[in-house]
């Protein structure tokens, strides 16, 4: 198996094209968008945008709060004295003046000048260009909150945020209202079954970032470090098996059937290639851009092993999802359509994993789905390990990494054909 370890290992090497693009490339990406990103923050990673927003409230909350009160009367179902109890606590909730807090908040209009318009005149500023964005409380949103927080039903509509142009600063802006609004329905909440928390306690963001006790912060430049090495570790897959293409075209794996070698060590070939390259392609991203743009500051030793055990464990799986599609260009006819289905495979599992767009713009049942994915998982487990430096963040990641390129690699196996079966 070494020496077909080394023939891939040199007709890689021999293309020094594809060796700028697998190796150079995603260290280039990362430096370039570190620094077009880098534009958001201050030198202490504070947020320094300077946005323009339009708030528009159509709500008129006493009159939903009346609407509300009717809907309770009508309620047979609950006694005189649970509706009283449910008025007592509705009275107190008042999502409008909390947004309003919010939106007048002095650390907030830092980076955000927000005003108070009607939708006609946001409309025409948000056309014209004048303001970033509108945020339009729609009218019995009052009512609707209400009706979700004390009786748990969905919510008919919610706020309204509308831009003309967007861009990582508006998914930013949009993301920070957004956590605002679930952390205010959190509250509620805690408040309808007796907690004590008080709604003064909801934290407004501060325009920067909010480092819990213990927790080391994660910036754009470790994300992209992550993000973009895992995206093209799942290159790898198709570089080394559109070779197996070429060497079916120049009959190199007609010669190597004719000798005496065990065929399938052909296979075991690519998988450990693919490993290899993997490993060393993630490794160098992250050695690099720490080397050029200081990504790993302060991180000691041990945080350097637990980088390499995650890289491991992920060249493991993506080596055995590879040997499938070895298989796979082995047993077609059409080379073309295996290497059309490795394209939309990694296209699929680079979206989902973060490798395009931030895996955080996406609903949460897709964020739950990208951790089963291997890169979507390596970018959560080292999330999390450059958050808390915890050996117990990493295991069950690393864990199902390995089974993963254990299971996969016995499927690309038994799909490996046998003598007389290439075509």
Do not use: C
């Not at 047979?76 to 919010?102: G, V, W, Y």
């Not at 080391?216 to 090495?229: C, D, H, R």
């Not at 040997?323 to 599992?349: A, E, P, Q, W």
Request: charged letters at 20%; hydrophobic letters at 50%; glycine letters at 6%.
């Amino acid at each position: 198996m070494l020496t077909f370890l080394l023939k891939d290992l040199l007709i890689f090497w021999r293309d020094r094209k594809e060796v700028l693009i697998v190796i150079l490339l995603p260290l280039l990406l990362v430096i370039v968008l570190s620094f077009a990103m880098g534009g958001m923050f201050d030198n202490n990673n504070n947020l320094s945008m300077d946005m323009n927003i339009g708030f528009v409230v159509e709500d008129d909350q006493e009159q939903s709060l009346q609407s509300y009160e009717d809907m309770l009367s009508s309620m047979d179902e609950l006694t005189e004295e649970e509706k009283a109890q449910f008025l007592a606590i509705a009275s107190s909730i008042r999502p409008i003046d909390m947004f309003e807090q919010f939106f007048n908040d002095p650390e907030v209009n830092d980076w955000m000048e927000v005003e108070k318009l009607s939708r006609a005149e946001a409309e025409e500023k948000v056309e014209n260009g004048d303001i970033h964005a509108m945020f339009v409380i729609p009218q019995d949103y009052t009512k609707n909150f209400l009706e979700n927080i004390l009786h748990g039903r969905e919510m008919d509509q919610s706020f309204e945020f509308i831009v003309m142009d967007a861009g990582i600063e508006i998914e930013t802006l949009y993301s920070i209202i957004q956590n605002y609004a679930d952390q205010m329905n959190l509250q509620f909440a805690i408040q309808n079954i007796g907690g004590e928390i008080q709604m003064e306690e909801i934290h407004l963001p501060e325009g920067g970032r909010e480092v819990a006790e213990g927790v080391e912060p994660f910036t754009l430049k470790q994300y992209f470090a992550i993000a973009i090495s895992a995206l093209f570790s799942l290159f790898i897959i198709s570089t080394v098996v559109s070779r197996i293409a070429i060497e079916r075209r120049d009959r190199t794996f007609n010669r190597i059937i004719l000798t005496n070698v065990p065929a399938r060590n052909f296979l075991f070939g690519k998988t450990a290639a693919t490993f290899l390259l993997s490993w060393l392609q993630v490794m160098l991203v992250f050695i690099g851009s720490h080397l050029i743009l200081n990504v790993f500051d302060g991180k000691a030793l041990s945080f350097w092993l637990g980088l390499i055990l995650v890289a491991t464990a992920f060249s493991i799986a993506i080596a055995g999802i590879s040997t499938i599609f070895s298989s796979f260009m082995l047993k077609t006819k059409n080379t073309d359509t295996v290497d059309g289905l490795i394209m939309i495979f990694i296209i699929l599992l680079g979206t989902l994993g973060g490798g395009f767009v931030p895996i955080y713009v996406f609903p949460a049942w897709l964020q739950q789905v990208s951790q089963w994915i291997p890169n979507g998982l390596v970018l959560s487990a080292l999330t999390e390990w450059f958050q808390y430096e915890s050996m117990s963040t990493l295991w069950m990641p690393t864990l199902y990494l390995v089974i993963l390129g254990v299971v996969t690699f016995f499927i690309g196996v038994m799909l490996y054909p046998k003598r007389g079966g290439v075509r």
